[in-house]
Structure formats: structure tokens, C-alpha cells
């Protein structure tokens, strides 16, 4: 049974500094992994989404890598801001399926 | 991409009662998902909305509990019935695109709380 875990459940920092956010799923095969973002009380975004057979995308400050021998992404967001202050969610899309897994969230907060 | 909006955006309803959550597409759409967030959790896949069709539900949630419709490709409703402060929950919807079913777009959600 697929499993996905997101690590550190909270993290706080000041403005300006590059962050790396950690997901780790259980089961290597995978159709695709996709970051989202939630902002409290509302619903999600998606900010990246990883093919099974790519190693990384960007947008803008953020870039998410996909190491799927290891069961691992790391989201990296550059020169954060405190409007990216919001739950980021890491899903997985086990092959062959349109479920998503989605792991328990890391809650950032960037500070003026 | 696609648009996805969710009625009622927030709720709070009586114990004993049911509310039916509405979400509407501005796209053809091959699937429609339903998902609860429960506080402090992650999302859990409630069932998948099928057109035409009854819905597929995920373990630990059954239809009597949660009635789902979904009339055509672009609508679909969840039911919450015999409501218990157990609910309270934020529901999302998402929507897989007929042109691009690699991805999932998700609504507002609709925040129900229950007293």
C-alpha cells in the first residue's frame, strides 16, 4: 500500500532564505507526483507536476525534483517570501490510476 | 486547465441533518473525485463521481452515508447525510480533464463544520 510522507510537518523562516521541502513515498512505481499549495480554509493549487519518467520541473522560484528508485521529491523554493506562507502538499499518482495519494503536508511560514 | 467551483463555500449545520455539496466544471471532464480533509489532516479520497453511473467508493466510506450524483460531465453533487460532529471537514472536488487526465484540478472546497 502506497504511503507518502512529508517532512518537517511545520517550518518557519525568515524571508529571503532558500527552503527544501522533503516527500518520501513507499512504492517506486508511480504515474506521476504533483506539488500542491493550500492556503488555509481554501482549496489547492497545483505548482508542479513530475511525469514518472522526468527528474525535475521549475516554476519561477520553485523546483521540484523526482528520484523514484529512492521514493523521494524535494520541492525547492528560492529567496522565499512571506506570501508563500501556506500548507504544501506532495500527491502521488500510483500507476495507472487517477488517485491520488496525498501525504500529510509540510505548514510553512516565512517571516517579514 | 479547468475551473471548479464549489457551493456552498462554508457551512454549519445541526446534528442529525444532511447537506448537499454542488460542484461544477467549466470543462468536459472524463472523472470527478470527491476528497475530505478532516482538521489538521491531509486529504482522503471519498469516491470517484461517475457519469451515468453509480459511484466508486473508497474503503471505510459507503453511499448511504455519502449519496453522489453526477447527471453529466461537467456536474456532480455529495451528499453528507445524518450529519454528526465526526463531518466537520473541509470537502474538495476535483476533476480530471478529457485532454489532459494526467493531472487532477481541485475546487475551493466547502468547509462544513457541525454542531
Known amino acids: 500500500k502506497q504511503e507518502v510522507t512529508q517532512i518537517p510537518a511545520a517550518l518557519s523562516v525568515p524571508e529571503g532564505e532558500n527552503l527544501v521541502l522533503n516527500c518520501s513515498f513507499t512504492d517506486s512505481a508511480i504515474y506521476n507526483l504533483q506539488w500542491f499549495r493550500q492556503d488555509p480554509g481554501k482549496g489547492l493549487t497545483s505548482l508542479l507536476l513530475i511525469q514518472s519518467s522526468q527528474r525535475e520541473q521549475t516554476s519561477g522560484r520553485l523546483n521540484a525534483s523526482l528520484d523514484k528508485s529512492s521514493g523521494r521529491s524535494t520541492l525547492y523554493i528560492a529567496a522565499s517570501q512571506p506570501g508563500d506562507s501556506a500548507t504544501y502538499l506532495c500527491?502521488?499518482?500510483?500507476?495507472?490510476?487517477?488517485?491520488?495519494?496525498f501525504g500529510t503536508g509540510t505548514r510553512l511560514k516565512v517571516l517579514a | 486547465s479547468a475551473v471548479i467551483s464549489q457551493k456552498p463555500s462554508r457551512d454549519i449545520c445541526q446534528r442529525g441533518t444532511s447537506l448537499t455539496i454542488q460542484c461544477q466544471v467549466d470543462s468536459q471532464v472524463t472523472m470527478m473525485f470527491w476528497y475530505r480533509q478532516q482538521p489538521g489532516q491531509s486529504l482522503t479520497l471519498i469516491a470517484t463521481?461517475?457519469?451515468?453511473?453509480?459511484?466508486?467508493?473508497e474503503s471505510g466510506f459507503v453511499i448511504d452515508k455519502f449519496p453522489i450524483s453526477r447527471p453529466n460531465l461537467t456536474f456532480s453533487t455529495l451528499t453528507v447525510s445524518n450529519m454528526s460532529p465526526e463531518d466537520s471537514s473541509i470537502y474538495l472536488c476535483s476533476a480530471a480533464l478529457i485532454s489532459r487526465t494526467d493531472t487532477q484540478y481541485f475546487g475551493p472546497g466547502t468547509r462544513l463544520t457541525v454542531l
Open positions: 463521481a461517475n457519469q451515468g453511473s453509480e459511484a466508486t467508493y
Open positions: 500527491a502521488v499518482n500510483p500507476s495507472g490510476t487517477y488517485k491520488y495519494i
